[in-house]
């Protein structure tokens, strides 16, 4: 059971990043990109007051279930672990979280620009 929760935690986790990075760009899916934005921003910064500016309870929880399969010594990045694994990589931590800033960045600026050019086609 806890190998199908940490595929299915793989998959949900994998799935945000991509809608984050790129569900903004259509006007189809731009609610959901804005509700898994709005999500991550209140896990990074919200729950960041208490545990960490960048905390993820997405994270956290798939790193619960790694721990039950005895994983051990994980980042404390999610896509550190994703690129160290995939690419047989040791990234610098602080690129990785950089990076994802980035992105974060980038996804959020295009959803506010089509969220506005989409609610300016309506009224016009």
Request: net charge neutral; with cysteine.
């Given at each position: ?64 279930v790694?721990?039950?399969?005895g994983?051990?010594?994980l ?14 990589l040791?990234?610098?931590?602080d ?30």
């Amino acid at each position: 059971m806890l190998e199908l929760t940490d595929t299915l935690l793989h998959i949900l986790h994998i799935s945000i990043i991509i809608i984050n990075l790129t569900f903004w760009m259509s006007t189809r899916t731009l609610r959901l990109a804005q509700v898994t934005l709005g999500l991550t921003l209140i896990s990074w910064i919200g729950f960041g007051f208490a545990y960490g500016l960048g905390y993820c309870f997405l994270t956290d929880w798939h790193w619960q279930v790694k721990e039950a399969l005895g994983e051990r010594d994980l980042p404390v990045s999610y896509i550190k672990l994703v690129l160290d694994r995939t690419f047989k990589l040791d990234t610098n931590p602080d690129s990785v979280n950089t990076a994802a800033l980035i992105g974060i960045l980038f996804g959020i600026c295009g959803c506010i620009f089509q969220t506005l050019r989409t609610y300016l086609r309506r009224i016009s």
